[in-house]
């Protein structure tokens, strides 16, 4: 029985793996309604008769609770750079939180031999600090410590009446009081995990700066700045166990999964950057790309129209009140135009099932009263102007929306309905080679060129 089973993010499963699959399986599947979080470890496989249909997730773990083989999912668009289009969605306020799309779990066996997509460290990286910055920015706790100190000249806190007369009294030392005080401490282990992880994040950027946004630049000076009073020291595996994660530490949970995802994938001891892990360990991960793909689509739409309602961020975005509730991905509602994002590939002319059912899809829209009651109430014109269907793209220079009159003849144009049907290309970056070679840091953290 192979160790390893080779599938396409969407597609079905052969029958040959589906037993493997099935062998594995300790648990009914996940519901296709259930929270992205629980179908992520499944890859939102779902029965399909007698096999199984995967969902659009790409990675490499085994089932939960399972010994068997391990599930790598590849891509179905090789050439998309989703790291680059996680760094994208990093520079707006309203997307860069993107924990329902990236998971990661490293307290699991990590998958040897198997190299990691080009795109896997940086978004780990740009994952992990922007979870930190969050941390930083509203949750970030300290240790509390009692000290007695024999001060001089002042008082703080409780007076210690019995040692201050053994020490100061008696030895007639009146200009001395031996006080009792709460005291703050920044440098506790649930920080220095967190510092650690840090340094090696930047350094990483440092030599993969075609990463690097003004909001990831942010994040990093920002997490440097908070944690400045904690020590620089060497995390080992033992300390994630004993890390406080529970009361007021709760926020730190998330923080230290992906910590602790950074600094087991890229082998670096913080105190010695220079010396690096010629093989990295790939944690079980699994990437939600419909999901991503969506925020992506966000981002680049906000540009252009900053009054854009997303229906993304869960099921409490329904429109309406009725049975029937809807939500579409985005709406323009000044403008009257309706989008609907497809992770799918761009049609070739033929008119499939599929396709079909997303026109249907959106036209039905087009017609609720709760998508026209956003575009009314907006100011906007009294019924939808257009229908837009976003299909993802490669682009080979800068990545942009193709809604510009320039690359009109890049999209087909349905006029058999009462509202215009586009159908466009959305570009995304594309994937380069990169090769991950040792981290080294040239000069030293404080001066290096990138401002980092």
Excluded at 160 to 188: A, M, Q, S, T, W
Excluded at 342 to 364: H, L, M, N, W
């Amino acid at each position: 029985m192979p160790d390893r089973i080779h599938l396409t993010e969407g597609d079905p499963v052969p029958a040959e793996c589906a037993d493997q699959i099935r062998g594995a399986l300790h648990e009914p599947l996940p519901s296709p309604n259930a929270n992205v979080e629980d179908i992520a470890p499944y890859f939102g496989l779902q029965n399909v008769g007698s096999t199984f249909q995967l969902g659009f997730f790409v990675g490499m773990a085994r089932l939960p609770n399972s010994e068997g083989p391990v599930l790598i999912i590849h891509p179905r668009f090789q050439d998309l750079d989703y790291a680059s289009m996680f760094a994208v969605c990093a520079d707006d306020p309203e997307v860069y939180d993107l924990g329902a799309t990236f998971f990661v779990w490293p307290d699991k066996p990590p998958i040897d031999g198997e190299p990691a997509p080009h795109w896997f460290t940086p978004l780990l990286v740009i994952a992990f600090l922007s979870a930190l910055d969050r941390l930083c920015k509203r949750h970030l706790r300290r240790n509390y410590l009692r000290e007695v100190k024999n001060l001089t000249g002042r008082m703080k806190g409780r007076l210690k009446l019995r040692e201050h007369i053994r020490n100061n009294i008696l030895r007639y030392r009146p200009e001395r009081v031996v006080c009792e005080y709460g005291l703050f401490d920044d440098d506790c282990l649930e920080n220095r995990i967190l510092r650690a992880a840090l340094e090696v994040s930047r350094a990483y950027m440092v030599q993969h700066s075609g990463f690097i946004t003004p909001a990831i630049l942010g994040w990093i000076r920002t997490c440097r700045a908070a944690l400045a009073r904690v020590s620089i020291a060497r995390i080992h595996p033992r300390h994630f166990g004993v890390a406080r994660q529970m009361g007021t530490f709760r926020h730190y949970r998330d923080p230290h999964r992906l910590a602790r995802a950074v600094l087991r994938h890229l082998g670096i001891d913080p105190e010695n950057l220079g010396h690096g892990s010629d093989r990295m360990r790939v944690p079980p991960f699994a990437l939600c790309t419909y999901e991503l793909f969506e925020r992506y689509a966000e981002t680049i739409l906000r540009k252009s129209d900053p009054d854009l309602w997303s229906g993304g961020w869960g099921k409490e975005r329904n429109l309406g009140l009725g049975r029937y509730k809807t939500r579409p991905d985005f709406i323009r509602p000044k403008a009257g135009v309706i989008l609907d994002c497809k992770y799918k590939r761009f049609p070739d002319g033929r008119i499939s099932d599929q396709e079909r059912a997303d026109i249907y899809q959106i036209a039905a829209y087009s017609r609720h009263k709760g998508v026209l009651d956003k575009i009314c109430h907006a100011g906007g014109p009294d019924k939808p102007q257009k229908l837009v269907l976003l299909y993802p793209d490669v682009e080979y220079a800068e990545p942009s929306w193709c809604g510009s009159e320039s690359r009109d003849d890049q999209s087909l144009h349905c006029d058999d309905f009462e509202v215009p049907l586009l159908v466009k290309r959305l570009y995304c970056p594309r994937l380069q080679s990169r090769t991950h070679a040792p981290l080294t840091v040239a000069q030293p953290l404080d001066e290096s060129p990138e401002g980092l």
